[in-house]
């Protein structure tokens, strides 16, 4: 994608009260209880607006040691530009979540991967994105960042830098306990 969109895309999700009109007939949406909770309604055609979690994917990709290091990227993009994370984003229609973690890690470090387990799924604190965590290892490419990263490295899992975004420090943490 040319860099130069990126200042014209809204990247945030859109809540459902942000949402006016049916994408279908173009009527103006009303607040209609369904299921017992208030949704974005269509009262011309019947359009609901299920306002449901985005799915994602971040990777854990690990190369042994000594000592046994682990990838990061650093942010290009809001929220948290210039952070530490794992690789990862989103979950595109038509791809499993394992195709979709390949994908991501591939697109910001360059790295094709071989996926060899799944560390767990967290809910962000806002409920907005649910993350499932995988762990890997490279099976080619060169570490080189993508678009999307600033910089990608290799650190060891003793020396990490902090970490933005709570999800990825939570399934860091506990990958760390597992291997004592
Ligand atoms: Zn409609």
Same mark, same amino acid.
């Given at each position: 994608m040319d860099d130069d969109n990126n200042a014209f895309v809204q990247w945030r999700h859109a809540p459902?009260?942000?949402? +006016? *009109?049916? !994408?279908?007939?173009?009527a103006e949406l009303i607040d209609h209880a369904w299921d017992g909770k208030m949704r974005r309604y269509c009262?011309?055609?019947?359009?609901?607006?299920w306002e449901r979690p985005l799915p994602a994917v971040a990777a854990v990709v690990l190369r042994k040691g000594p000592p046994e290091e682990m990838v990061l990227v650093r942010r +290009? *993009?809001? !929220?948290?530009?210039g952070q530490w994370t794992l690789p990862g984003g989103g979950v595109e229609a038509g791809e499993s979540v394992v195709d979709a973690v390949r994908r991501e890690v591939q697109e910001e470090t360059g790295l094709a991967i071989s996926v060899d387990a799944q560390l767990g799924t967290w809910s962000t604190p806002s409920s907005e994105t649910i993350i499932t965590f995988f762990v890997a290892h490279p099976?080619?490419?060169?570490l080189k960042a993508g678009t999307d990263a600033m910089e990608a490295a290799w650190f060891p899992l003793r020396e990490l830098p902090p970490l933005a975004f709570s999800t990825h420090r939570d399934a860091v943490k506990m990958l760390l306990q597992q291997r004592g």
């Open positions: 459902a009260r942000a949402w +006016r *009109y049916c !994408p279908l007939c173009r009262p011309q055609c019947g359009f609901v607006y +290009r *993009y809001p !929220p948290e530009v099976v080619g490419g060169e």
